[in-house]
């Protein structure tokens, strides 16, 4: 009978850590398959973090110069020290972002089991976190994971740090001095992270009214309070509205608006569309309220000390109020941007966590556990299938603005918008990083001098010249600041996939590089001839690049040995005005 139970017990225990481990390893499958090396908007300034410290002109005053409504001093250092390793490659930042989150899983791991009086047995504390490590290794973050994660995911792993100490740590000066740190991580990495200072003290004031009492003190009080208050005092020296917030008048203005938008945020990392984003978010709410006005109860009367668990969730809902406050205005789509939900997913876990916190002693908490693993799985499923469903077409998007990045200096300002909110700046940044041979300038680019003319003709074909179909009776006529954009599609050798590059062609002399990888479902069909999909290809340069006069447009289509090319005739007239 023991060596049996022994048995059933070592079954048991696989299966729970099968639960918690494989969310991991499928996001780090959608890692593998969908990272790109390629930064565009917030991402792409960081290029002057590598050109000032090249130059010698990494100062104090540019690492906490202000970024947008952020100062992001410790996000400016961990780029430089990675970057400065991999050439900012972007694809090394997005397994340190997949790090980040498991680390941030383990973090709140081993609190919950303390926390949840599941330190007896690790399979059951296993088993009751499952539903939270699918959460927190839900693909749903897809913006912040394959893009500008560092400032979301160090925040978070800061401020949820604090809390573990403040809440669950030992009440020595070195303990509160590690709590300090992690606030300070938190705080300059994303703004919202300046909420850790004055919840800290709120968690250090309610510990006086627990029984058994926290060691703590007025004294570990005012040291928080000192701390945060040079850190907020400091953030805000010098400080500038970035000017693209909503004016606060708009919540007043629009009352229903600002409430749909706040209920999108907070259920958005559930509900990852306009339709199930608001309705998650009114569950979330009125799950939020039950579990706080128990906790509450318990504080106030009996003195329990609240789970960590309702921390998380009283950050969520600050967080959010921040977010809607500032940006209400651009309506529900802006709401349930993905890059939010690195942190909002917090919400549902802290209210899980409070009902497994307190099962012993409610009925109420435990009658509510299931339902609330339920909603989370549910949620993780939908926001999976989302990302996962995106993902191609996301990817087929980034691609095209790293190719923007390498070619910035041939395209015009209307184009380059895309990639950035100044197109001024976006040709800067790009010509430092072609300067010092970092992100896309440090990969692997054929040279069209070094082609032979003479492969055999692959599949192609060019649709548009400027959205209009090719009509070589009828040159388009271009200015200077006017661009030339050519869209279509050209298969490899074997026709199996996209071909290994392309070229525009102007007079057979001059060669702009275009971009292959426009993922187009309509080339492809199932599995095996799924590569195809990513054949879609689109060039442009801008008519600054072009003498005044007429000109002729062909495509030069690398061959799969990247030293042989095939020459088209020419698809296109153009005359420079």
């Known amino acids: 009978m023991r ?47 590598f050109d000032r410290w090249n130059r010698g002109q990494f100062t104090l005053e540019y690492l906490f110069r202000q970024h947008n409504e952020h100062r992001i001093a410790a996000v400016r250092l961990v780029v430089l020290g990675l970057g400065t390793l991999t050439r900012w490659n972007n694809r090394p930042e997005i397994a340190a972002h997949w790090t980040l989150m498991c680390a941030t899983a383990v973090i709140l791991f081993r609190s919950f089991r303390r926390d949840a009086l599941l330190t007896g047995s690790r399979t059951l504390a296993l088993l009751f976190f499952a539903p ?61 992270g300046l909420v850790v200072w004055p919840l800290g003290l709120v968690i250090l004031v309610c510990h006086m009214r627990v029984e058994p009492p926290r060691e703590t003190s ?28 909503t004016s606060p008048h708009f919540l007043l203005e629009h009352p229903g608006l600002a409430l749909a938008h706040y209920l999108g945020v907070n259920g958005s990392s559930l509900g990852p569309d306009t339709g199930t984003a608001p309705v998650f978010g009114a569950v979330l709410l009125v799950l939020e309220a039950i579990v706080l006005l128990g906790i509450f109860d318990d504080w106030w009367r009996r003195r329990v000390r609240p789970p960590l668990g309702a921390w998380l969730i009283v950050t969520v809902l600050i967080s959010a109020a921040m ?12 709401a349930i941007e993905s890059r939010y939900t690195a942190m909002t997913v917090l919400a549902p876990i802290g ?46 998007r980034k691609s095209r603005m790293a190719y923007l990045v390498y070619s910035a200096k041939y395209q015009p300002l209307g184009i380059l918008e895309r990639l950035y909110a100044n197109p001024l700046h976006a040709r800067i940044y790009s010509a430092s990083l072609e300067r010092l041979h970092y992100n896309v300038f440090a990969e692997d680019h054929i040279r069209p001098e070094t082609l032979t003319l003479d492969a055999p003709q692959p599949a192609f074909i060019v649709e548009t010249v400027n959205d209009k179909p090719i009509d070589l009776t009828r040159p ?16 490899n050798d074997r026709s199996t996939g996209p071909a290994r590059a392309v070229f525009l062609t102007v007079d057979g002399r001059q060669d702009f590089p275009a971009h292959v990888g426009v993922y187009r479902v309509g080339l492809g069909g199932g599995i ?18 072009l003498e005044p006069g007429a000109h002729t447009i062909a495509l030069k289509i690398v061959a799969d040995d990247g030293r042989r090319a095939y020459l088209s005739e020419p698809v296109a007239r153009v005359i420079r005005r």
């Open 3 to 49: 060596d049996t139970a022994t048995a059933e017990d070592r079954r048991l225990a696989v299966l729970a850590w099968a639960l918690v481990i494989v969310p991991a390893l499928i996001l780090l499958l959608y890692v593998g398959f969908y990272a790109l090396n390629g930064p565009e908007w917030d991402y792409l300034p960081f290029a002057e973090i």
């Open 132 to 192: 939270m490590a699918w959460l927190l290794t839900s693909p749903r973050s897809y913006e912040a994971l394959l893009g500008d994660g560092f400032p979301h995911y160090l925040s978070i792993i800061g401020f949820v740090s604090a809390l573990c100490i403040l809440v669950l740590g030992r009440t020595t000066a070195a303990a509160l001095a590690g709590a300090v740190a992690c606030g300070l991580l938190s705080s300059f990495s994303l703004s919202n």
């Open 218 to 245: 007025w004294r570990r009080a005012i040291a928080w309070s000192v701390a945060g208050a040079l850190t907020i005092a400091g953030y805000f020296y010098g400080y500038k509205d970035p000017g693209n917030h």
């Open 323 to 334: 977010i809607t406050l500032n940006r209400a205005g651009f309506g529900l789509l802006q």
């Open 351 to 396: 209210a899980y966590w409070c009902l497994v916190a307190r099962r012993e002693r409610s009925r109420t908490a435990r009658a509510l556990i299931t339902p609330a693993a339920t909603l989370m799985l549910l949620g993780y499923l939908l926001a999976s299938v989302q990302s996962w469903g995106i993902a191609p077409e996301w990817y087929s």
């Open 476 to 491: 388009i006529e271009v200015g200077a600041d006017d661009g030339v954009v050519v869209s279509g599609w050209a298969f």
């Open 528 to 545: 095996r001839r799924r590569g195809r999909r990513w054949a879609g290809m689109i060039g442009s340069f801008g008519g600054f690049v």
